[in-house]
Nanobody
Framework: QVQLVESGGGLVQPGGSLRLSCTVT????????MRWFRQALGKEREWVAT???????RYASAVKGRFTISRDNAENMVFLQMNTLKPEDTAVYFC????????WGQGTQVTVSS
């Protein structure tokens, strides 16, 4: 059983930065694409970024140029470096794996406010 644990969220001022982490546990797995989603209060969950096994990265237009997705060598963690944060980035952030797209963690809250 795959489990995902997100961490690193918090309260930051506009223009600030946060680095989110996602740890994958639950046995021997070999994730393909790893991705980040976010869900703002009262909004639908939206895709943020994807990184493939070969380090190809894709971003939603709203975060491109500000966010950077990465993964570790063991492919059991995925990160999201978020810079120049805006209030509209406020959301709960979730990681997700191509292998098990229906598995979600608790998410980590990111609040951008002055």
């Amino acid at each position: 059983q795959v489990q995902l644990v997100e961490s690193g969220g918090g309260l930051v001022q506009p223009g600030g930065s946060l680095r989110l982490s996602c740890t994958v546990t639950g046995g021997i797995i070999d994730p393909f694409d790893m991705r980040w989603f976010r869900q703002a209060l009262g909004k639908e969950r939206e895709w943020v970024a994807t990184i493939t096994r070969t380090q190809i990265k894709r971003y939603a237009s709203a975060v491109k140029g500000r966010f950077t997705i990465s993964r570790d060598n063991a492919e059991n963690m995925v990160f999201l470096q978020m810079n120049t944060l805006k209030p509209e980035d406020t959301a709960v952030y979730f990681c997700n794996l191509e292998n098990d797209p229906n598995v979600w963690g608790q998410g980590t809250q990111v609040t951008v406010s002055s």
